[in-house]
């Protein structure tokens, strides 16, 4: 609910992804394309949530004053970040490729 709340990304993912399973109702889809879709959808959905977590973390220990002796801690709570952030970015190409792909097949065969 604080991530459905809070992150936008989020909130337009999920928006973009129901009208996604609406449109999926009305193409006929088999049962592993229907498995396909559930299963990258909500393995993004459990990414984002932990790159959700891992910011909230890592925000709260990198509030520690930026003292030299921090610089190692503070460089590697950036990275913790992009790695994060880059772990998102590939879910969510893999779900988009996924819907293009079984989307886009059954959409290019009915205008055949």
């Given at each position: 609910?604080?991530?459905?709340?809070?992150?936008?990304?989020?909130?337009?993912?999920?928006?973009?992804?129901?009208?996604?399973?609406?449109?999926?109702?009305?193409?006929?889809?088999?049962?592993?394309?229907?498995?396909?879709?559930?299963?990258?959808?909500?393995?993004?959905?459990a990414v984002e949530l932990f790159n959700t977590a891992l910011e909230r973390l890592t925000d709260a220990v990198?509030?520690?004053?930026?003292?030299?002796?921090?610089?190692?801690?503070?460089?590697?709570?950036?990275?913790?970040?992009?790695?994060?952030?880059?772990?998102?970015?590939?879910?969510?190409?893999?779900?988009?490729?996924?819907?293009?792909?079984?989307?886009?097949?059954?959409?290019?065969?009915?205008?055949?």
């Amino acid at each position: 609910a604080h991530a459905l709340r809070q992150e936008k990304n989020l909130q337009l993912f999920v928006l973009c992804y129901a009208g996604v399973l609406i449109i999926a109702t009305r193409l006929e889809l088999q049962s592993w394309e229907w498995i396909a879709l559930l299963v990258s959808g909500g393995a993004f959905m459990a990414v984002e949530l932990f790159n959700t977590a891992l910011e909230r973390l890592t925000d709260a220990v990198d509030a520690l004053p930026k003292e030299e002796g921090n610089v190692a801690l503070h460089r590697s709570m950036k990275a913790t970040k992009d790695v994060s952030a880059a772990a998102a970015l590939v879910g969510f190409a893999t779900v988009v490729e996924t819907i293009l792909l079984i989307l886009g097949t059954k959409v290019m065969e009915r205008l055949q």
